[in-house]
Every structure is written in C-alpha cells, then in structure tokens.
C-alpha cells in the first residue's frame, strides 16, 4: 500500500496548494513561494509513488464506497498507471521550479488563479490514470479537460479564447465518444468498474465499435491527424510551464486510454478483431508522424512548431503501441511486448524532451515577448544556458545517438522489422511501409530543428530584443537542467532502463517479460536480430571530437607560416542582415515540395473551424432564443403583479385615520355580505 499512500499524499497536497493560491490570491509573492514549494512536495511524492508502483508485483487497489451503488470509488496502480504518474509528476516538478521564476511575466494578472488550475490540471492527470471505474474515470476526465482549458484562455485575448473554445469542443465531444464505449462495455458487465469489463467482454462486433469509439475520443486528446487540429492553437496559447505539461503528458492521457481500452479492457478475448485494431492504429500513427513534421517545418511560430511536433511524436508512440497489439494478434508475445515496449518507452522519451524543448521556447519568449522566430538569432550568446538545454531537446527529438530519442525510435524499427518478417502478408507489407515512414519522419525533423535553432540561437541578432537579450532567470534553468540531464541519462542508460519498460510493457499485455538488454547492449528480445550500446557510442562520439584537436596538434610543427586571412567571399555583395537563411526560405522547398499535404491542412482546419463558427452560432442562437418565453409569458404576469403591488402601496398613506377607516369599510363590506 505504499504507493497508494504517496499518490494520497500527492493528491492532498495538490488540493492544499490549490486552496492555497486562493487564499492568497492578492499576495502573489507568496502564492510564488508557497504554490511553487507545495507543488514541488506533491510532484516529489507523486514521483515516488510511480516508481514504486511500477516496481510493485502487485497492483495496488483501493476500492471505497461512492455516493451511488454503482459508483464504486476504486483507485489501481498497476506498472502502467505507476509509468503514467511518474512521468506525470517529472513534468510537474520541473514545471514547479521553472514556474517560480516564470510566472513573473503574469504578475498582476491573476497568478493565484494560474496556481489553482495548475494544481488542478496536476491532480486530476493522476486521477484518470489511477481510476478504475468508468463514473470516476469520466469525472477526473473532465477535471482535467476544464482545468486545462482555463490555462488555454489565460491571456484573454482573441487568439488564447478562440484555441480554447476550438480545443473544448474536441475535447467534449472526444469525451462522449469514450462515455458511449464504456457504456457498451458497462451495460454488458452490468457494472461500471473496469474489473468487471475485464471479467465479462464484449462480443463480436461490439467489440469493434466499443474499440472504435474510445479511439476516436482518446485519439481527439491525443491529437492524432485529423483530430489535431487543436493543438497547435492550444499549447502555443497557454503559459509555457502549462505548455510543457500540456504536451509532455496530457496528450500522453489519449494513449494511455487507448492503450487502457484496447489491451486492458478489451484485449484479453478480442481475438481476430485484434489484428485489425493494431492495423488502424499503425496507419494513424505513420500518417501523424509524417504529417506532424511535414507541418512543423513551416511554422514560424516556435511554439505553434514544437506543438506540430507533439502530433509527430504521438504518431511514433502510435506506431509502437499498433506493433504492439499486431503482436498480441498473432500471439507472438516477444513482438508484443517490444512493439508496446517502443511505444511507452518513446511516450517517457517524448515527455521529457518535448518539455524541455517548451521550457527552452518559454524562456526565450520571456526574454524576448514574442513567439516569432525571425525576431529571434543570435541568444546562444546572450542566453548560453537556454540555448545548450534546447540544443540537448533538439537533438534528442532528433533521435540523435545517443539521447534518448535515439533509443526508442531504435527499439519501433526493431518492432517494425520483427512485424514485416515475421507477420500476415498484410502485416508484411503494413510494416515496412510504417518503417519508411518513420525514417522520412526522423529525416524530417533534424531538417526542422536544423532551421528552428540556427535562427533561434545562431547566427546575428534581428532585432532589437534579441540585442538586449539576457539569460533566464535562474529558476527557470535550473527547471531546464534537470531534464536536460534526463534526456542524456534515459539513453546512456537504456540498458538499465529498457528492461524496466519492457516489464511494463509485459504486465500490461499480461505475458512473461522479454530480454531487452544485456550488459551494457540493448538488443530487440533476439540478439541475432540487431543489438547496440549507447555507452560505446557516447564513447565513441567523445574521441570523435577529440580526433580533430589530436589532429592538430600532430600536424602543428609540419604548417608552415604562410597562412593568409583574409574576409569570406560573398559574390561580389557585402554581408548585410538580409542575407542570412530566414525559417521562412529555409522551409520553402518543403513547403513547395510538399504542397498538397499543406493545401489538405487549410481544407481540414477550414472546415473544423466552420464546424466551431457553427457551433458559436448554435450557442448565439440559444442565447437570443431563451428569453423568448420571459418575455412573452413571464415579463408580462410579472409586470402586472409589480404594478398591481406599487397600487396597493399607494393606500398605505401612513395615516392612522385612514386605517380606522379601511376597518369601518371592512365591516361594513362583510355586514352586506351577511344580509
């Protein structure tokens, strides 16, 4: 019971902090210190509890009574739910330290209000990954769908209100879609626990549609394509810690309930249907991580671009978890367990480097007030710290050996490879199809952080903010050092680490663990089939810069001294300001090489934002339409019984005369009456 002790103690904590930045709304140098410090404990406890739940041989279960018979308030921490909230509470912690000194920027604003949604946001992520009964688990949802959405519309203004009116829609209407897939699953079971879901599956084809439904609405939150559209005005709108959580983890919540759905739930008995499931699921995330680049490199906003890059990664993470389930499919468990394996190790990875990547964006949008790359350059000299953490987060998502990134994309195109030898002649031809696009995606993502660093943080300042730019405040790269560090240790550490996601990845699909790692090598559960070392390519890659130095100095005594310097030759033209690579000439073969894939985005969000429009007007509609029956039925009766009451003011003059004659008056009314 030890991790459901923490997680409670976390959960508490949440609660107090959130009360806390209430009570303390007008001292906001205090909501600073208290928020940030209460926030830090639950983060730190909430860490504690993920990690020992997912080293627990048994999940942890606390089953109360709820107000209702069927609403049973039942919390489980399994390895999965334990992965969820250790990586939900890194983020926190991180975003906690980064906050102190970020929220700065809002003072005045209502810092107390941020706090209290913030805490909200936190406690209710834990919740909807721990609950284990559909009632709740639809409750804590929406918590955390509402609390985001106050972060959304922050700023308050045009831009901040319209990306969350547009991502409260999707999400509510995502929310429905699960809400009817449990009830499938419930009015079968006859109870709306999941235990009983797993004790008393679905038929065919219902489980189809229960399937389908859930990953529909889970996939709206996650923001896979088509369902992203969301997202790229979303997380740019909210503040960059919100941003970092955001994006780090909650999409991460859409996964997890497709993951929780389609092998908790409905996998044990899904039988055939499985396969196509997996199938489904490999085509939505080959199609997002593609698309998520695709669209990422023509962005010039670096927030609206790392949220591109959110759909890309979900898409990786996708691909992972549908090899996953093509392996339960064709009961090959070592398949299974990798494929999954790939997705909830690269969903870790995503987490920490995209909330790095937010981290670094924030402070540069701190120093510089706006989002707007080609206002940026230069602030690799003015702000190194920022600049290094970012370049860590870049590389990382590039899946550059041998961060992070690196490791678990390794580990999806092993699962690829496995699939395509090894699968149903459609899983054959499936599989290599996802592994080219995921290598065009890898390829397009070094392109674009290539573009998104060099005008961010090289090359001449181009403006007069990124002039006088300085480094964050020291909160804030303190925030950015701690994952900065964990990107470089989940790669040099796969070896210890794979292991622990694969026995994750095991308890979930309920089969015996696989051997991901010996030693210091990884290897995809079959040594024959590949292996690596990330410690032998960091070694590698560190007398690799050393060679160059080693080189110089052997050939230093042979140089002769005739060497000249002299200034670049720039065909005839002098360097000015306007010659340096812009984001927008450095995308501008993609885009046109790519054109279709742009014009298809402006005809989906056109229609997704006529859909909203629609909906506003449906809203203004009912709006205009309600008072109808006041003031046609209501207003009327009302306005008559107020002119009727103002009359009979009128004879209560205040004179005792009068009295004495309204009593004569009476009586002989009632004497008239008698006769």
């Known amino acids: 019971m030890i991790p459901l002790s923490l997680l409670i103690m976390s959960l508490l904590l949440s609660c107090g902090g959130a009360i806390l930045c209430l009570l303390l709304k007008h001292r906001e140098g205090d909501i600073r210190l208290g928020g940030s410090g209460v926030g830090i404990a639950a983060a730190l406890a909430g860490l504690a509890s993920g990690l020992a739940a997912i080293g627990a041989s048994q999940p942890a279960i606390l089953d109360a009574a709820g107000p209702y018979p069927f609403a049973h308030f039942v919390l489980r921490l399994d390895p999965l739910a334990g992965l969820m909230i250790a990586v939900i509470s890194l983020l926190s912690l991180v975003a906690w330290i980064y906050g102190f000194a970020y929220v700065r920027e809002y003072a005045g604003r209502g810092i107390g209000a941020m706090g209290f949604f913030m805490n909200a946001f936190i406690a209710s992520m834990m919740l909807v990954v721990t609950a284990d009964n559909a009632f709740w688990f639809l409750i804590f949802f929406e918590m955390m769908s509402l609390a985001s959405y106050f972060l959304v519309i922050f700023d308050q203004d045009d831009e901040a209100v319209g990306a969350g009116f ?119 995330g080959a199609v997002s991580s593609v698309l998520g680049v695709v669209y990422a490199l023509a962005e010039h906003d670096i927030k609206k671009l790392l949220a591109y890059h959110s759909v890309e990664n979900i898409g990786i993470i996708l691909l992972g978890v549908g090899t996953g389930m093509i392996g339960m499919a064709l009961h090959q468990p070592v398949l299974a367990v990798l494929g999954l394996m790939a997705g909830l190790y690269h969903l870790l990875n995503h987490a920490v480097f995209k909330g790095l990547l937010f981290l670094g964006a924030g402070s540069a949008i701190f120093r510089m007030h706006t989002k707007d790359m080609e206002k940026m350059g230069g602030l690799a000299r003015t702000m190194p710290w920022t600049a290094l953490s970012f370049l860590v987060g870049a ?201 279709p894939l742009y014009t298809m985005r402006r005809s989906i969000s056109g229609r997704w934002t006529g859909i909203a429009h629609g909906f506003e007007r449906v809203v203004t509609l009912a709006r205009r339409t309600e008072p109808l029956a006041d003031r046609s039925v209501i207003a009327p009766i009302a306005g008559a019984v107020d002119a009727g009451g103002k009359w009979l003011q009128g004879i209560q003059a205040g004179d005792f005369r009068i009295y004495c004659l309204y009593i004569v008056a009476a009586l002989i009314a009632l004497l008239a009456l008698a006769v």
């Open 166 to 284: 547009l991502y409260f829609l999707v999400a509510h209407g995502g929310s429905v879609l699960i809400m009817a897939a449990f009830f499938l699953m419930a009015n079968r079971a006859g109870s709306f626990d999941f235990a009983a879901f797993r004790a008393h599956p679905l038929p065919a084809p219902l489980d189809s549609v229960a399937f389908l439904l859930a990953f529909i609405g889970f996939g709206a939150k996650a923001g896979m394509i088509p369902l992203h559209i969301w997202l790229p005005r979303a997380h740019p709108a909210a503040p960059s810690h919100a941003s970092a959580l955001m994006s780090g983890v909650m999409i991460k919540i859409g996964v997890f309930g497709i993951v929780k759905v389609g092998i908790d739930l409905l996998g044990a008995s899904a039988g055939p249907a499985m396969l196509g499931w997996g199938l489904l699921v490999l085509a939505f």
């Open 395 to 595: 590389l990382a998502i590039s899946a550059i050996p041998p961060l992070n990134g690196f490791v678990s994309e390794w580990y999806t195109y092993q699962a690829l490879f496995a699939a395509a030898l090894d699968g149903t002649p459609l899983v054959k031809f499936a599989a290599p199809i996802a592994a080219v696009m995921l290598a065009l995606t890898g390829a397009l993502a070094v392109m674009c952080f290539v573009k998104a660093y060099g005008i961010m943080f090289a090359g001449a300042p181009r403006s007069h903010h990124a002039e006088e730019a300085r480094e964050a405040p020291a909160a804030m790269v303190a925030g950015m050092a701690v994952l900065a560090v964990a990107c470089v240790a989940l790669g040099l550490l796969a070896p210890l680490v794979a292991p622990v996601m694969g026995r994750i990845a095991a308890a979930t699909i309920g089969t015996a663990p696989v051997t991901l790692a010996v030693g210091a090598t990884l290897l995809p559960g079959d040594a024959q089939q590949a292996t690596l070392s990330t410690p032998l390519i960091a070694i590698l890659l560190i007398a690799m810069a050393f060679l160059p130095i080693a080189l110089k100095a052997a050939f230093a005594a042979k140089r002769g001294g005739d060497r000249k310097v002299a200034a670049p030759w720039a065909a005839g033209y002098l360097p000015d300001h306007h010659m340096p690579a812009s984001a927008g000439s450095f995308a501008q073969p993609i885009r046109m090489f790519f054109a």
